[in-house]
């Protein structure tokens, strides 16, 4: 069966430090992957996803990248943290378009 | 611009009832539709996924689609306490665009009172 992991579960950064936040799966192959935030009082937010190694697409604007450095490999990155970057990041992943996307356990985010 | 419509709650609904969980979308070309369940603290966890209008049941859920009214439900017979958490809406914008990611509504808080 298929699992993903996401980690750290929990993470506390100075503003201005970098953040790299790692999910892999593991059972499927070529899986869609995506990278999506929860802020206090809002909905799920997405922010990147992935059909393949290399091909990433952004859907917000703002100082995070990410990458797929692998096929089940996803990472989400920031060179400079900022105050708003808090919040819930959480990992998915879909056998292709149009199916359900299963989460990993999430990061929580906590800048100082 | 997508979005995805919810009644944020609570919703309070007695121990053995049904409850009802409401949601709208804007975009009428929408392929896809999910529920997920997130208690509080955990990530999301999908419970139903509907494709064609009509119901679709699995044990206690039963998931309602309208694509005609842009409208999605959930029941959820014989309520437990453990039912009780956000449910989400989910939607898949377009077709063909699962890659493009699903589009999440704020989430219903539902509360089964014992």
């Known amino acids: 069966s298929q699992t993903i992991h996401q980690w750290p579960a929990t993470l506390v950064q100075p503003v201005g430090s970098p953040l790299s936040l790692e999910c892999t799966v593991e059972?499927?192959?070529?899986?869609?992957l995506y990278w999506y935030r929860q802020a206090a009082g809002r909905g799920l937010q997405l922010l990147f996803y992935s059909v393949g190694i290399g091909q990433i697409s952004s859907e917000v604007p703002q100082n995070l990248s990410a990458s797929r450095p692998q096929d089940r490999q996803f990472i989400l990155s920031s060179k400079k943290l900022l105050l708003s970057d808090s919040g819930f990041y959480l990992c998915a992943w879909s056998v292709r378009t149009n199916q359900p996307q299963h989460f990993g356990d999430g990061t929580r985010l906590s800048i100082l | 611009q997508k979005e995805v419509e919810q009644n944020s709650g609570p919703l309070s609904v007695p121990e053995g009832a049904i409850a009802s969980l409401n949601c709208t979308y804007s975009d009428r070309g929408s392929q896809s539709f999910f529920w997920y369940r997130q208690y509080s603290g955990k990530s999301p966890e999908l419970i139903m996924s509907i494709y064609s209008n009509g119901d679709k049941e699995d044990g206690r859920f039963t998931a309602q689609l309208n694509k005609a009214s842009q409208y999605v439900s959930l029941l959820i017979r014989d309520s437990q306490p453990s039912d009780s958490a956000t449910y989400l809406c989910?939607?898949?914008?377009?077709?063909?665009?699962?890659?493009?990611?699903?589009?999440f509504g704020k989430g219903t808080h539902l509360i089964i009172q014992p």
């Open positions: 989910a939607v898949n914008p377009e077709a063909g665009g699962g890659a493009d990611g699903l589009t």
């Open positions: 059972g499927t192959s070529n899986p869609n």
